[in-house]
Structure formats: structure tokens, C-alpha cells
């Protein structure tokens, strides 16, 4: 069993974190022992100094605290894409940092394995070094697989454009079943977000005053735990919340489309077989079934810091240093955006020109089709715009799309240098 959640992230952005802790504490009501659940988790939210409770991570308005009790197995820089591939590949050789468990599994265990982060077309984030890439996720996984040490796989995957990591990689045939918060090209959504109003109200409950302006979770991962949280896991199947959690995270203009991949047949197996049981004595179920089908407000993933920023100006008192630094902090986020977004216009019109560069950049391959032919060339370029323009933060990691697009028209490593630095000189 696998638990592996990846976020670095200030309180605004705390539901990575609280996505995790919930996730570890349904797989302990279930029945799981820590041996068996390995968790990955940067742990920077419980005592953030913005963290109104201090100790504690909620999950839901309702204020269960999640992150008491949860192990930890992997933190700070260990959280990290090679530490996380070996420790999926059982190699306690490559660890380096952290407890040392992996996933010593055998050919008759199923493993269960939960990812949570930032996201672009065809990467994850880590906290840590690398960027996970879509190919080396699904080579570990068709490595796992050929080491005959596991029966079958689910993987749920939490994630802007999180659909790319799989859409075209991932085979039939390796007893995987995958389920992705999003399709190749869309956004992810976090929700329980902010204060209703009488126009735009908290559809169950909001979260609680201290936390305005914070997402608690993330759409479709509060949509898969919630559910765990409430149906008879050893009668329910993996197929059967698929289909609820799909219908609550496509919540009409503010939600996204759940994807799946790989074997559907492994998706009839029931979900005490990863999840283990629902305790009937449990205390983190935190939604009836009411509150399960409707969130509260839901924010683009690559909105949420600009939400709580404005609702942190909002909230501040006139005259007050809190809100005029925090006006500066909205008008540097703004400027990053407009930076990146500039950049990316110039190299596009410097490559395909003014009229075909937008075109070129943002055209997105047909389901079924990987994001690029070349992943060495897609990594070897990310490296090169990013060392010109400078790292791509969450909101600019939509773009490494653009960046496959110039792979995939046959642009060298030469000519992407040069104009990467000409485009991002100013």
C-alpha cells in the first residue's frame, strides 16, 4: 500500500497537504497499519506561522483535524521524484533521506497509491529537484510491473492537466487502473474555499472564519475521500466511485473532467481491497450523503493564491501595513503572470512568426496521442526556457504544452537556446 502526496506550499495553499493527511487517516479507519502506508509530505502547514490553528489541518468545514497521528515517512527535501520512483520500485539502495521504507510488495498484493500536487501538460511537481515527467512515472510503473510484485494497481492522480500524464503511455495489460482529477488539457479545482455571500453562497457550509480567503481541499480529492468516508468500502467498487466522483467534480463552469486509463477491468475490484474497511467507530467521515453530492466554492488550482490574496486585502483594516503589503504581493503575482505571459508571445512569434505562433503553441494533440514525441527533447527545453526566463511557477507550467508543441515541430536545441534568450532578455 502507497500513499504518496507532493506539495511545497505556503498556508494559502494548504489542501495539498490536508488531501494527504485526510487520504492517510481513511486508509487507517480502514484497517491499514503504518507499515503498510508510506507517506510523502513536505509538512510545512501544521505550524505555519499564518496557520490559524496551530498543530492542526482540516479538510472540510466541518473541522475534523486530519494531521494528528499521520506518519512521517518522507519530508522537506526528501520529498523528491527519485526518492519517490525507488521507493515504488522497493530499490532501498537510491533512497536517499527519509525513513527508508518502500513498497515491498509481492505478486499477490494490490497497491494503492494517491498523488497530489501542481501540475502542467505531462509533468507533476515535487517540492524537491525534478519535475515528475509523464514518460519516467509510466516507465516505473511498467518496471513495477514487470518485477511481478504486485497483483493490481490503482492510482489516483490530483492535478492540473493531470489526464497528460497517462493519455497515450500508459498500456493495457499492466493491471492498472488509473483515475486522473482532470482530462489532458484542463485545469483542477480546489473547493471549500472562502465566505458565501447572498449572491454566491456556500452551497453546504463555508469553512470556518479564520481560514477566509484558504482552499481546504481539492475538488476531486475531497470527491474520492468524502466518498470513501461514507459508502461500505467491501460493497462498493473502485468503478462505483468513479462515477460519483465524476459527477461531483464536474461541478458545471467550476469543476473538472475525471479521466481513467489503463485496465478498466481492475476498476470492478471493490475498494476495501485498496482502502481497506470503513470503521464503524471512524471519526474523520465529515459529510453526510447531502453534503457529499454539492461542494462549497470552488477556485482554478492555478487561481487559488490570487483568492486568498484578494481576500486577505479585502479583509485587511483601511490604512493598515497588512493591506498595503498585501496589495504589493497581489501586484507582484500579477506581474509574474504578465512577465511569463509576455515571454511565451515573444518566443512563439520569433519561432512560427506573428501569425502561426499562437497557433503552434497552444494546438493540443488528439485523445490517445502522447503530449510530445521526445521526452528527452521536452525535458532538455524546459530546462533551457526555464534557465533563460526563469522557473516555472504553477500558474506558468500551463505553458510547457507550448514547450512540447516546439519539440514536436522539429525546432534544435540550438535555435530554442538562442531565442529562449532573446525572447526573455528584456
Same mark, same amino acid.
Given at each position: ?8 506550499? %505556503? ?59 499521520? %506518519?512521517?515517512?518522507?519530508?522537506? +527535501? ?51 529537484? +525534478? ?90 480529492s475531497v470527491a474520492w475521500m468524502e466518498d470513501s468516508d461514507v459508502q461500505d468500502r467491501d460493497a462498493d467498487t473502485v468503478q462505483g466511485q468513479h462515477i460519483r466522483v465524476a459527477n461531483r467534480t464536474a461541478d458545471g ?63 485587511? %483594516?483601511?490604512?493598515?501595513? +497588512?493591506?498595503? +503589503? ?101
Amino acid at each position: 500500500m502507497k500513499l504518496g502526496g507532493v506539495a511545497k506550499t %505556503p498556508l494559502l495553499l494548504r489542501e495539498f497537504w490536508a488531501d494527504v493527511c485526510h487520504a492517510y487517516q481513511l486508509l487507517k479507519d480502514g484497517g491499514l497499519k503504518d507499515e503498510n502506508i508510506i507517506v510523502f509530505m513536505y509538512d510545512d502547514i501544521a505550524k505555519n506561522r499564518e496557520n490559524p490553528r496551530p498543530g492542526v489541518i482540516i479538510n472540510s468545514p466541518y473541522g475534523h483535524d486530519v494531521y494528528k497521528g499521520v %506518519p512521517k515517512d518522507y519530508v522537506g +527535501e526528501d520529498v523528491n521524484a527519485k526518492n519517490f520512483y525507488n521507493v515504488i520500485l522497493a530499490n532501498k539502495s537510491g533512497i536517499v533521506g527519509g525513513s527508508g521504507k518502500v513498497l515491498n510488495s509481492g505478486p499477490n498484493d494490490h497497491i494503492f497509491i494517491y498523488y497530489t500536487d501542481h501540475g502542467g501538460p505531462g509533468i507533476v511537481s515535487m517540492p524537491s529537484g +525534478e519535475y515528475v515527467f509523464a514518460n519516467d512515472l509510466v516507465d516505473v510503473l511498467k518496471k513495477k510491473h514487470a518485477s511481478g510484485t504486485y497483483d493490481r494497481l490503482v492510482f489516483y492522480l490530483e492535478a492540473c492537466e493531470s489526464g497528460s500524464m497517462f493519455d497515450g503511455l500508459l498500456p493495457e495489460g499492466l493491471d492498472i487502473f488509473v483515475m486522473t482529477a482532470s482530462k489532458p488539457d484542463e485545469d483542477s479545482w480546489a473547493t471549500y474555499c472562502g465566505e458565501g455571500t447572498p449572491d454566491d453562497p456556500c452551497l453546504v457550509k463555508c469553512p470556518p472564519p479564520e481560514f477566509q480567503g484558504v482552499c481546504l481541499g481539492d475538488l476531486y480529492s475531497v470527491a474520492w475521500m468524502e466518498d470513501s468516508d461514507v459508502q461500505d468500502r467491501d460493497a462498493d467498487t473502485v468503478q462505483g466511485q468513479h462515477i460519483r466522483v465524476a459527477n461531483r467534480t464536474a461541478d458545471g463552469d467550476y469543476g473538472s473532467h475525471v479521466s481513467v486509463y489503463g485496465d478498466i477491468v481492475v476498476s470492478f475490484d471493490r475498494l476495501s481491497t485498496y482502502m481497506g474497511e470503513i470503521s464503524t467507530n471512524h471519526t474523520h467521515a465529515s459529510v453526510d450523503a447531502i453534503s457529499f453530492s454539492k461542494s462549497s466554492k470552488n477556485v482554478d488550482q492555478r487561481n487559488t493564491e490570487l483568492f486568498y490574496l484578494f481576500t486577505k486585502h479585502q479583509n485587511a %483594516p483601511e490604512g493598515s501595513d +497588512e493591506k498595503y +503589503e498585501t496589495y504589493m504581493k497581489i501586484n507582484e503575482v500579477m506581474s509574474q503572470r504578465s512577465q511569463v505571459e509576455n515571454k511565451v508571445k515573444h518566443l512563439e512569434e520569433l519561432l512560427f512568426g506573428v501569425e502561426k505562433g499562437e497557433e503552434v503553441l497552444h494546438s493540443v494533440r488528439p485523445a490517445g496521442q502522447p503530449l510530445v514525441d521526445n521526452w528527452d527533447c521536452l525535458k532538455s527545453y524546459v530546462k533551457i526556457f526555464e534557465a533563460h526566463c526563469g522557473r516555472l511557477t504553477p500558474y506558468g507550467r500551463k505553458h510547457v504544452r507550448g514547450i512540447a508543441n516546439i519539440c514536436n515541430a522539429g525546432i534544435t536545441s540550438e535555435k530554442m537556446a538562442a531565442t529562449s534568450a532573446q525572447a526573455c532578455s528584456s
